[in-house]
């Protein structure tokens, strides 16, 4: 019965599995090495919460962060992001949905208008205020993204939260549903994550609603795995020892003393998220698996909608597209920079 | 060896198990059922039952299951509701297409990921490194079928420097043998077929390597930091081990394992990320054809293809695993 290779690890003294774990992630299948990576994140993590130097690894981790440009950057694009979204209604100066300027555009003669004092970034093809649109469609963005991380988030959470419990607390009995559990995990692994979100918003119908739960749904092996991997590397610490010698019940330990220290990783994974579930989530838009209501400003409705004009109105896609590469940018820029700060290994 | 095989072979059953499942229940769940995409919309309740009874749709879900896979394993996929035509020929026909722009994609990704990736570590700091990983970041940030729709409109359509659709100009005669038109092309010296082909792969090649390169380089520049930092480089430029080698056989060749593998499970998403990218171009290959199927609702063609993509993406990863297994001897000695 082949053993995954976190699995292998209870057993192992916490010198010896970094050396293990490099050995492991060589001769396992694929997707398991997949895992093997998302599992060493997880393991990592978990090693430094004992470090014991007085400040919290947080704490450490963000005074690292402070000095990162990388980091900064991230920051700083996320927060004016996150500004602009919840503030949409109050920045944005028109509807966006009233085609007031009409009468000025007509795409099929090639007549767009460009950014003027009144229209900052000039008129859509359907003449409606650009900057409203991008204004209000980064709140829409922000929703999509949020959602889908959290739908990947609790199912694989739980996924793994319960797999993890079972793994360290459950006995033999709970292995076996620890292995159970794995394998449905594994098996979504095994699918490219946009053929999984094609196959899942296909079942559904297109709706914005579709494009939130189907990039959730690809989100959640990953989570799924962070989370096991990081509860079976605090199982073993002596922390949950004692509490087991004074008697705490299973899930009382598994709740409130394996868990909390097990979601650094889960965390930073959620900001890394965001970034994939905005570019997927505009992938599936682009597939006709969106909102089919085009009026409803959302970016990557509004970038797959405006590929028709963009040998004429090449501005029309640039906005939403700049848009979504700058926040997945901003993102990405802040959990690479989160995971760098709490990696023992990159710190130098 | 061949007991590593076979047994990574009987893993890929309950994966592939455990797909054809989930695709069962799609197909129950479609609206209304399956006998409203076979039939006319405006079929009499008692067709619409007699459909249903020839189809076995009045069995036990068990059954009905068990009639699925049988139907799976045996080939039939079903029939394309837009040709017509058995879903297993469309994807056979299609396939030889996908292949060359997946290859073309990764002979891109890899030509200038690994370079790159290496020079980025070599001058760690430098405006070069800084560029490598900024572009990376930017590679993976960059919705796919956005890059490839600009590099069409640039390069295709404004400078006119590539075709912008299909995989030949029209009008070009070659001879057909294994629907591999470069392969082909070469085989029978028709070096005007081979251009044009190479060609119209530039474009949606260039568009597919987006990705695969960027992580190609951020992973090889890691790798080789990480290599570099070990105690026996150290000790070989200690003992006065000619650069050279030091940086090909004890750097370049321990830091590539892990981007072999990086590559390996970048080939097989390549074939997800070609739906992306082949309708934009409107390139002939599965991908595109997945995108018509999604807009027209072909529902065999998406189950049948979605299963066929998946378990060639298993097996690609499966030979990556076995070509890992030869390229390290810490799993041969195993």
Known sequence: MPTTPSSQNPSESPETQGAEDTMTEEKVPFHKRKAAKVDRLAELMGDRSDGG???????????????????????????VFL????????????????????????PNRNEFV????????????????????????????????????????????????VAGACSVLGGRWGRQVDNAIMRVIDMMLALPALLLAVTVAALIGPSLTTVMIAVGVAQIPIFARLLRGAMISQGNREYVLAAQAMGVRNHKIALTHILPNSMGPVIVQSTLTLATAIIDAAALSYLGLGNPNANFPEWGTMLSEAQRFLSSAPSLAVYPALGIIITALGFTLLGESLREALDPKLRK | MLRFIVRRLLQLIPTLGGLSILLFVWLQRLPGGPEYALLPDDATAEQRAMLRRSLGLDEPVMVQYLAFLRRIVQGDLGTSLQTGRPVLDEFFLRFPATFELAVTAMLIAVTIGLPLGYLAARRRGTALDFAAVGGSLLGICTPVFFLAFILKVVFAERLGLFPSAFRLSPGISRTDITGFVVLD?????????????????????????????????????????EVMGEDYVRTANAKGLHRGTVRTRHVLRNALLPVVTAVGLLAGSLFAGAVLTESVFAFPGIGSFVYIATQERDYPVLTGFILLIATMYVLINLLVDISYSLLDPRVRAQ
């Open chain 1, 114 to 161: 460009g950014p003027r004092a009144e229209n900052w970034l000039g008129l859509d093809h359907l003449g409606r205020d650009m900057f409203s649109r991008m204004v209000i469609g980064a709140r829409q963005t922000l929703m999509v993204g949020v959602v889908a991380t959290l739908v990947g988030f609790l199912f694989g959470a739980l996924l793994g939260g």
């Open chain 1, 83 to 106: 500004l602009v979204a919840l503030f949409s209604p109050l920045i944005a100066p028109y509807s966006p949905t009233s085609q007031a300027w009409g009468s000025e555009v007509f």
């Open chain 2, 185 to 225: 092309g070469m085989m029978t010296r028709e070096w005007d077929v081979v251009w044009d082909a190479v060609a119209h792969l530039a474009l949606p090649g260039l568009a597919l390597a987006s990705i695969p390169l960027a992580v190609i380089t951020r992973m090889t520049r890691a790798s080789v930091l």
């Open chain 1, 53 to 79: 130097h007085g400040a919290g690894i947080w704490r450490e981790a963000f005074a690292r962060m402070r000095r990162s440009p990388m980091a900064i950057t991230g920051a700083i694009i996320v927060a």
